[in-house]
Every structure is written in structure tokens, then in C-alpha cells.
């Protein structure tokens, strides 16, 4: 049997955080837009909604990860693991651009021209 994407990133990641809904969950929870930093015992969380005092976006805080929900958490995993393809790419790239470049010099230290070759 193949496992889709999903399944892959979810068994990649434990959930350890145990986010437990409460009765009175509707008045005492926050929305959350997405999680944007991590430490060992807390995520900083994006809020969703406006503060009716300045009408801007409330501030990023840091919340205990057992306060967020899987969903929250497995998303994150995900952006992280893209980032982090993203990071390999590029030192890929750059590593190939700095041997381009060095490539263009002779021993001596001048610049070459494609077909043109110092003494």
C-alpha cells in the first residue's frame, strides 16, 4: 500500500503537544492563524482578528505547544520541511555559481572570455 503525502508528514511528525478541548473552550480561546516560530515548550502563533483599539493585527505571542491544535502543528511541520528543501536547493545552486565563477579566472588570476584563453 503507498501512502499519500499526508499520511507521510503525519507519521514523520509526533504529536506530543496533547491539545485537549475544554467545556468552556468558546469563551476562553483565540483563534489562531498559523504558527511562525518555535522554542523547546512554545510556538509563537499568528492571532487571527484586529485589535478594535488600534484596528491592527494583534500581536505574535509565544503559547505553550500543548495549547495547539494538530492541525496548527502539522502545518508547520510541513512549511518547515519545505524551508528546508528550499535551503538545500539553494546551497546547491550557489555552490555551482561559486565554481562558475572561479571558473572564469586563470592561474594567473585573469579573467577569461569563453573561447578566448590567457597565456
Known amino acids: ?55 491592527k493585527p494583534w500581536a505574535q505571542s509565544w ?11 502539522l502545518e508547520w511541520k510541513r512549511k518547515q520541511k519545505e524551508k528546508e528543501k528550499d535551503r538545500r536547493k539553494c546551497n546547491v545552486y550557489s555552490f555551482y555559481k561559486a565554481y562558475e565563477m572561479i571558473s572564469m579566472y586563470d592561474s594567473h588570476g585573469f579573467k577569461t572570455r569563453e573561447g578566448i584563453y590567457s597565456i
Open 63 to 73: 503559547v505553550p505547544k500543548k495549547d495547539c491544535t494538530d492541525d496548527l502543528v
Open 1 to 55: 500500500m503507498v501512502k499519500s503525502d499526508a499520511e507521510s508528514q503525519t507519521s514523520d511528525v509526533s504529536l506530543t503537544q496533547g491539545f485537549e478541548p475544554q467545556e468552556d473552550d468558546e469563551e476562553t480561546l483565540w483563534e489562531v492563524i498559523e504558527i511562525t516560530g518555535e522554542k523547546p515548550k512554545y510556538y509563537k502563533v499568528r492571532w487571527k482578528g484586529t485589535d478594535p483599539a488600534t484596528l
